[in-house]
């Protein structure tokens, strides 16, 4: 079992930035691939960023490629997603997950095992 915590949310203007973090339980957190999903009101769930488990390999949307940037700190058991040049099309619910084994692509939301409650980010002036 594994316990996910975001936090980092909020209101923020076009053009701003914000940074979220998601606090992982356990102590084989080194061990996960993480990712980043978002969900907007009346859209499905849709990936955002993934990380490889020594984050030496990351993979974005197409959507937020060259605007945010995943790491992590495996001392601190916590995954960030750094959000910058915000529009307001990135409002949505923001969620961390973990994929326990491999799998095919990090964008697959089927393959991830475990997910945070979400944060809510807003873009709005």
């Known amino acids: 079992q594994v316990q996910l915590v975001e936090s980092g949310g909020g209101l923020v203007q076009p053009g701003g930035a914000l940074r979220l973090s998601c606090a992982a339980s356990?102590?084989?957190?080194?061990?996960?691939?993480m990712g980043w999903f978002r969900q907007a009101p009346g859209r499905e769930r849709e990936f955002a960023a993934g990380?490889?488990?020594?984050?030496?390999?990351?993979y974005y949307a197409g959507s937020v490629k060259g605007r945010f940037t995943i790491s992590r700190d495996n001392a601190k058991n916590t995954l960030y997603l750094q959000m910058n040049s915000l529009k307001p099309e990135d409002t949505a619910v923001y969620y961390c997950?973990?994929?326990?084994?491999?799998?095919?692509?990090?964008?697959?939301?089927?393959?991830?095992?475990?997910w945070g409650q979400g944060t809510q980010v807003t873009v709005s002036s």
């Open positions: 997950a973990v994929r326990i084994n491999g799998g095919l692509a990090y964008s697959r939301i089927d393959e991830y095992d475990y």
């Open positions: 356990g102590r084989t957190f080194s061990t996960y691939t």
């Open positions: 990380i490889s488990r020594s984050a030496g390999i990351t």
